[in-house]
């Protein structure tokens, strides 16, 4: 849905935004999971039509999902994507699961750092996601201020504790244990977003 909103953008061909329609709604239908409007691992049995056991939310998936539906909202005209997107970025960032006390996202931390897994590699994408969101909400400045202090806290504990001279690790909760490609690969998203969201 991302790519294809992306794409509807750029070229302005109408294939790429029905296809990004098509597939926000094969999300929504499917992905977001209704106790925590969050995006699920979602594994469809297409001859049963329904839903497989095992689903579990998923905070990268959360992350382009926000992005995608955001850019969707504008190359569609249809405002409730961007509704939608809000909603699940402030369900991400109030995820309690996802993040330590002091609200750090903390996804992985039960897993080794030195395997590039889905949430060592991908949680900056959550990030990204909610710079894109910022991004769109210019003039919502509660909304604004919220991911702006959320997205400083995630480049603060990185910055501070799970750093060593220029490099990340994977728990930005620290301590810093590396260096690992995929821990740097999850960090550019924190460090733009931090940019993004701070008009550095």
């Known amino acids: 849905m991302t790519l294809s909103s992306y794409l509807a953008e750029c ?49 990268h998936l959360t992350g382009m999902a926000i992005e995608g539906f955001h850019v969707l909202a504008v190359v569609s005209g249809d405002e409730s994507w961007k509704s939608l997107a809000n909603d699940i970025a402030v369900a991400a960032m109030r995820h309690n699961e996802w993040h330590t006390p002091d609200g750090i996202l903390n996804v992985g931390s039960n897993e080794d750092v030195s395997k590039s897994t889905d949430n060592n590699m991908f949680k900056g994408w959550l990030n990204r996601g909610l710079l894109v969101a910022y991004q769109h909400n210019r003039t919502n400045e509660p909304f604004c201020n919220l991911i702006r202090g959320y997205i400083n806290v995630q480049f603060n504990a990185l910055y501070e504790l799970s750093r060593y001279c220029s490099s990340y690790g994977c728990q930005w909760s620290g301590p810093y244990v590396g260096p690992y490609a995929h821990a740097q690969a999850t960090a550019i998203d924190t460090l733009v977003a931090a940019v993004g969201v701070n008009d550095i």
């Open 11 to 59: 070229t302005g061909q109408a294939k790429f935004k029905d296809v990004a329609i098509l597939s926000a709604n094969c999300i929504k239908r499917w992905m977001i999971d209704p106790a925590t409007k969050l995006i699920k691992e979602c594994f469809i049995d297409v001859l049963k039509v329904k839903e497989r056991e095992g689903a579990v939310l998923s905070c």
